[in-house]
């Protein structure tokens, strides 16, 4: 399996900080790459795919970028509604893998 | 709206078998990936599996080869999985999500996901 290793594993932040989280795999993936934020009893939600795609309706704060083994996802201006877990997951090669999460918290 | 409803939470004893389900909507099913992602207790995700309802292709992560089933019944839109001995260590939530296609994995729907507890 690939193995995706996110950093942090913790960030605490402000309101309106921008936020950077780092992705990255253990072979390259070129940019099959997505990720998801999940919130506390909620199921993940899609939020960039192929490494800089937005999805529908995804507020333009977020962004991501990188290719091959390093990735990142970034959130311009951090709102409170941002508060949650980071996910990436790589689909280069089944079985599909994720990261181990990256939580941000309220500094 | 295109959803994936999930069944209730179960509550099961070591040893006893469970099917679990993921009904789709606002879509054509029979054409679109299900996956299966595990998130034990406060867990990262795993995928587990998934199934092409079509044609009936199912790919199993390696770690859970032999520990679950896949399946589906086109006929009512609906996906399962299933155990036949649960453990302790299943107990879990577990989400039915859909890929985009089997080689385009990236989820952009969810079902909201059935907490499963095995105690004894």
């Known amino acids: 399996d690939i193995q995706m290793t996110q950093s942090p594993s913790t960030l605490s932040a402000s309101v309106g900080d921008r936020v950077t989280i780092t992705c990255r795999a253990s072979q390259t993936i070129s940019s099959w790459l997505a990720w998801y934020q999940q919130k506390p009893g909620k199921a993940p939600k899609l939020l960039i795919y192929q490494a800089s795609s937005l999805e529908t309706a995804v507020p333009s704060r977020f962004s991501g970028s990188g290719s091959g083994t390093e990735f990142t996802l970034t959130i311009s201006s951090l709102q409170p509604d941002d508060f949650a877990t980071y996910y990436c997951q790589q689909y280069d090669t089944f079985s599909w893998t994720f990261g181990q999460g990256t939580k941000v918290e309220i500094k | 709206e295109v959803q994936l409803v999930q069944s209730g939470g179960e509550v099961k004893k070591p040893g006893e078998s469970l099917k679990i389900s993921c009904k789709g909507s606002g879509y054509f099913f029979p054409s679109y990936w299900i996956a299966w992602v595990r998130q034990m207790p406060g867990k990262g995700l795993e995928l587990m599996g998934i199934?092409?309802?079509?044609?009936?292709?199912?790919r199993y992560s390696p770690s859970f080869q032999g520990q679950v089933t896949i399946s589906a019944d086109m006929s009512i839109s609906t996906a399962y999985l299933q155990w036949s001995s649960l453990k302790a260590s299943d107990t879990a939530i577990y989400y039915c999500a859909r890929p985009i296609t089997g080689r385009t994995g990236y989820m952009d729907v969810w079902g909201k996901g059935t907490t499963v507890t095995v105690s004894s």
């Open positions: 199934m092409f309802p079509a044609d009936s292709d199912i």
